[in-house]
Structures are given as C-alpha cells and as structure tokens.
C-alpha cells in the first residue's frame, strides 16, 4: 500500500540549533515529492519540491530537502532554524498518473528562543 | 498573491443533517481537491476534480459526498446525510496543472 512516514511527530530545537526531519515513503512508481509548513493559525504553504533532475533541492526560508531514491527518502533541512520556524511540517508524495498526495502524520517543530 | 478561500472556517451541525463547505480555488487553476483531516489523524485525499468531472477519488468519498463547480469561481463539497465520524478539518486545494497544490485555511466540521 502507498505511504508516507515521518518518524519525529515532535521536535523541540533551540535557535541555531541544525534541523532535519525524515520522510520515507512506499511507492512502486515514478513519484513527486513535496513539503509542506503549517504555521499556527495559517494554511499549508509550499516549503519546496522536487519533480525530477538534482536530487537536491532547495526552498523558502533556507529549507532544502534531498531525495535520496535508493532508500525512498526525501528528508527536510535547515542549518540554524529560528524562533519563526515554530510550525508543523508535513511530507507528502504524489505518485505519477495520480492526482492524489498522500501525507506524513506531520511533525510538530517548536524552537525555543 | 492569490490564495484559496474557504467558508465557513467553521460548522456546526447535527447528524443526519446536510452541509456545503464551499471553495474558492485561485482564479487560472484548472485542478481542484478535497482533503479531509481527522483530529489527530493524517490529512486524507477524498476527490479530485478536472474538466467539470470527478478525475480521481478515495474509499473515502461514497455517495455520501458529491463534489461541484456551479459556476466559475467556487467549489463545493456536499456530504448528503452527515455521521459523528465525518467531522474533521475539510481542506480545499487548486492547482494550475498537475504541479504543486496550494491549500486553502479549512473548515473545521463538527458533527454533533
């Protein structure tokens, strides 16, 4: 069955401190890849994505993600996160010929200042 | 920067009875979803929706649910007869292509 895990359903970082948070995902095909953020109150918003080309890819606020295909990952970055990054981050895969994403469970970031 | 709306951010009803969450995808986007998240739970695809048809959708979307675009701004998901476990957050979401999806801020169902 397709699916998406993130491992850490909460984080706690102190500012500066290095973030990343795993994503696999089950999938026999040709799949697109994307992050999304929830900020307290606000709707999802696009971090990055990747559809195809260099594994790594970089997106808003100094996020970067690597698709690495040999073990169906997709894992998010940041080298020194902020108070701001407080948020929720989901994972999330659409497989080619769909119109579907399936989502991670979300993982709860929260910095401390 | 465009965004997409939806209303209302919140309803109540009672079970057995029929509501219309309504949506307003960005203006050019062609592709438009729903998705549902229940407390504690995964966000769920429910339907996707092309060229005024239902292109895709889940085990999830029985005949309880019907998806429409009665005109050429909204979007809207009718659940005919609502149960205790339909409520949840109810995502709308549009795209320009099969791309990125930008979500709208949800309506959040109670059924009581």
């Known amino acids: 069955a397709q699916s998406v895990s993130q491992h850490n359903h909460h984080v706690i970082l102190s500012e500066a401190a290095s973030l990343e948070l795993g994503c696999n995902y089950s999938?026999?095909?040709?799949?697109?890849l994307f992050w999304y953020v929830q900020y307290p109150g606000q709707h999802l918003q696009l971090l990055l994505k990747?559809?195809?080309?260099?594994?790594l890819v970089k997106g808003i606020k100094g996020f970067e993600a690597e698709f690495i295909k040999s073990k169906f990952s997709f894992n998010l970055r940041k080298p020194s996160v902020q108070w701001s990054d407080t948020a929720e981050y989901f994972c999330a895969v659409r497989g080619s010929g769909t119109y579907k994403y399936i989502f991670g469970t979300g993982t709860r970031l929260k910095v401390l200042a | 920067e465009p965004e997409v709306t939806q209303t209302p951010s919140h309803q109540v009803t009672q079970m057995g009875q029929e509501v219309i969450l309504r949506c307003v995808p960005i203006s050019n986007h062609l592709y438009f979803y729903w998705y549902r998240q229940i407390l504690g739970q995964k966000v769920e695809f429910l339907v996707s929706f092309y060229n005024n048809e239902i292109s895709e959708k889940s085990e999830i979307f029985d005949d309880q649910f019907s998806v429409e675009r009665p005109d050429g701004s909204n979007f809207t998901l009718k659940i005919r007869s609502t149960k205790l476990e339909d409520s949840a957050m109810y995502f709308c979401?549009?795209?320009?292509?099969?791309?990125?999806?930008?979500f709208g801020p949800g309506t959040r169902l109670t059924v009581l």
């Open positions: 979401a549009s795209s320009p292509q099969l791309t990125e999806q930008f």
């Open positions: 990747y559809f195809s080309g260099d594994p």
């Open positions: 999938y026999g095909g040709t799949v697109n």
